[in-house]
């Protein structure tokens, strides 16, 4: 991960945060994978974990439709893949292993 494409997905993130509707779940997976997460066969939902340092962040649930995630459901994605970027900006600075102070 390098500075400049963590910048790139923060953006992203931040222009979905503004307009939450109308997202699919496609662009939330390939946010999820640029930021470290791999699918994990957990529960109903197709769930996103960190393999490296787990407890680092949380689990996310994504759901795969084919329509829009709703506005609640993409906020709390979008949030927790936020929390995430939060996490590398920490590592790429150096202050540690990544973890919130």
Known sequence: M?????AKIKKTLLSM???P???KSVE???????LGRQRDNRGKEPT????ENPELARPVSIPS???????GTAT????????DVSVW????RGDGNGRKK
């Open 2 to 6: 390098t500075p400049k494409h963590l």
């Open 17 to 19: 945060q503004r307009n």
């Open 21 to 23: 509707r109308g997202h």
């Open 28 to 34: 939330f997976e390939g946010l999820a994978r640029a």
């Open 48 to 51: 996103y974990m960190r393999r």
């Open 65 to 71: 439709h084919h329509f829009d995630v709703t506005v």
């Open 76 to 83: 709390s994605i979008i949030s927790a893949l936020l929390d």
């Open 89 to 92: 900006e920490a590592y790429l």
